[in-house]
């Protein structure tokens, strides 16, 4: 199922997503060259006023219907700034479709089929039919997919529809990290697959092959290594498809610090490499260590200081860097959280109110843009 797109911007980048310095992977942008799509009619009208003189751009990415209704999942990357969105079926039949909601953190987005606008009584009647018989996705279960399990990806790479690619999973619960976009720490955990996958699966099925049924969605590929690609795991989009559908707002804590797993080991190591730096020593424990607290952040204003070893939060106890980040992300946004933390062989409890990630990513998005052109201009 095909998710076409009419995007003025034509820019639909998801890979902006990392601090600078690190690897950002390549998050696929859906706006591939879509050979079925006509070009834009020319035009001699210069002004950028006029609305007629505007470039249109297609794009187009995969998906799923989920639904008798007609509600179809994609990635949200596939259908940001879109102006128009059209659904095509392989048995050749096309609908409108509009946009319930999106949480681009996660990167899904949950459409649905509605009538064309223009739409009268015989029309309406040759629409109902049509949606009579949706052919409705299985959903299974992604929790209990294992390493070697045999898996097929489907979409519609470069606008060749209906295609599949076979392969295994390759690992299970990769960090965002892992995958090269840190800013999603403790949203979800992704599966990882050798099955080919390029521009055009976006939003399309990753397939348990034995049973048949949906366990992911493929979003992204690490631009430095191939044949390693990304899904998000379906229990994790069913668990927000309720209120996206809604058209609800999906958000994600964020405090602003840079947290990793700590033991002495590994302390007694990065204390040598920085001898010479004459920074200020690692302390040689186990636990949950917050290595940088960024400017103008929660973490900041709340108190939370580098080297803090984080044992609690909100009552939970933390073992490891995903623990606290899964904390975090499920943090009620504004509302004070309570964080005990080891300082110095002294325990204390600090409060800190979470902030709403996505915000903070656009915010982010924005500047990076903003750098790359003045860059560009130099």
Known sequence: NNNNNNNKNGNNNGNDLTNDGEDGGDVFDGVPEAPSAPPAPPTTNNNDDDPSSARIDFGQGSGMIVNAEGYVLTNAHVVDGATKIYVHLTDGRRFRAEMRGSDDIVDVAVLRIVPDDDVDATTMEEHERSMSNLPVARLGDSDRMEVGQFVTAIGSPGGLDNTCTIGIVSG?????????????LGVLDYIQTDAAINQGNSGGPLVDVESGNIVGINTCIRANMEGTSFAIPINKVMGIVDDLSEGKHITHGYLGVHMSTMNPTLARYSNKLQLQKNSRK?????????EKVFKNSPAQEGGLKKFDFVTEIGGQRVETADDAHVVIDRAIIGEELSIKVMRDDTEITVQVKPEDLSPRLKQLREERSKRKK???RD
């Open 172 to 184: 299970l619960k990769r960090c965002p990290k892992v995958v090269g976009i840190p800013d999603k």
């Open 282 to 290: 690692i302390p040689e424990k186990e636990g949950v260590m917050i």
């Open 374 to 376: 003045t860059k560009a």
